[in-house]
């Protein structure tokens, strides 16, 4: 075991990537001075370091030690104060505060369970049909339409509940308003930025290679835009002993486009995780590492609208695909990856895709003409 110490920059000499320290940190925040497919992490080793004081760890098992430790009754790693852009309250997401996370937590729940998504799901629907319907004005055109714009209308009235009522309960005093903006911040960003990517990263790899599932986007286009820093209170990771005060995080693109973990990692194979007996399933594929895909992270900071991500991109595609023929109209002028930028989000490249509506014999739901399909 080795112990690695927050004041000896000597002891991190041990682990690759001193010499590329400064590019490689600088490429977790902004993908214009490292690309996505810098090789850099992948093969640097277990743990590299980025910074003087912090490390990140390649091997599923940090993920673990880092972000499962309250549940196995050791210390608890820390948030940073990475996504804390300033104020009193910090949000959801970014409070290093457990206490306060895990009340606000508490709160936001019932919004998500299986009782509270099945509640929720028509209004989904009426959502997603009034996207499709926005598609049909403007991506039928010889033109088609860049996907990754926003086009669909706002709502005006609330007609059914969502996330914030459950932050202002009617029997108790209203929230101070720096409280509720932090919640929105995460809540907001939360609820757009992993869509959104999933979605328009869906339709790029639909039309470059015509077959997918949801956990394959997610896995070849990383949701996590950064490696979920935590600070060290002293304890083990992946069997290293990480001093109190060093800043730890995981690899995310790099594990999940990592040989060691998926066979032809950087490929799209939608049948890589078939069950056995599944008539396309390939044997190939058997030996993936699925514990080191962790989309939604883990532990009692794992992302709280898991099953409702999942439920809204399993209905956006499925309508999507079910309503319209796709033609990719810039198709092999785009790299996925090599165009991928990240700042506070991930910014796509562009997606242009011309939709042609598909004639059914039993014609259009209701709804769906209402919007204009």
């Not at 992948?42 to 673990?64: C, Y």
């Not at 066979?263 to 939608?270: I, Q, S, T, V, Y």
């Not at 309503?323 to 910014?347: M, S, T």
Request: net charge neutral.
């Amino acid at each position: 075991m080795i112990s690695i110490c927050q004041h000896s920059t000597q002891s991190l000499e041990n682990y690759g990537g001193n010499t590329l320290a400064s590019s490689v940190a600088i490429s977790i925040l902004v993908r214009t001075l490292a690309p996505p497919n810098n090789p850099a992490l992948i093969s640097k080793g277990d743990v590299v370091h980025i910074t003087p004081n912090e490390l990140v760890f390649m091997r599923p098992q940090a993920q673990i030690n880092i972000l499962m430790s309250v549940t196995k009754a050791r210390p608890t790693f820390i948030k940073t104060d990475f996504q804390h852009i300033g104020g009193k309250h910090a949000g959801i997401a970014a409070d290093p505060d457990v206490e306060k996370h895990k009340a606000v937590r508490k709160m936001l729940a019932p919004a998500f369970n299986p009782r509270a998504l099945k509640e929720q799901e028509p209004a989904l629907h009426d959502h997603v049909n009034r996207f499709i319907g926005q598609i049909a004005k403007l991506g039928t055109t010889d033109n088609g339409v860049d996907m990754r714009e926003d086009r669909v209308a706002r709502r005006k009235d609330l007609s059914h509940p969502d996330y914030f009522s459950l932050l202002l309960p009617e029997d108790q005093p209203v929230p101070p308003d720096d409280f509720l903006v932090a919640q929105a911040n995460h809540l907001i960003v939360g609820g757009f930025d992993p869509d959104t990517n999933l979605f328009t990263g869906a339709v790029h790899y639909l039309l470059e290679n015509p077959k997918t599932v949801i956990d394959k986007i997610l896995r070849l286009h990383t949701n996590d835009a950064f490696g979920l820093p935590r600070i060290s209170p002293g304890d083990t990771v992946d069997g290293h002993y990480i001093e109190k005060g060093c800043v730890v995080q995981k690899a995310a693109f790099a594990v999940t486009h990592s040989e060691r973990y998926f066979h032809e990692a950087r490929r799209f194979h939608p049948e890589r995780w078939l069950a056995s007996s599944h008539p396309y399933h390939e044997a190939r594929f058997a030996r993936d590492v699925e514990s080191a895909f962790k989309p939604f992270s883990m532990g009692p900071r794992g992302c709280i609208g898991q099953n409702m991500g999942y439920m809204q991109g399993s209905i956006i595609l499925a309508k999507m695909i079910w309503y319209f023929d796709w033609e990719l109209l810039n198709k092999g002028r785009v790299d996925w990856e090599r165009d991928l930028r990240l700042y506070a989000i991930w910014e796509k490249p562009p997606v242009v895709v011309k939709y042609t509506p598909v004639t059914r014999e039993k014609g259009l739901p209701a709804d769906l003409t209402a919007h204009g399909l």
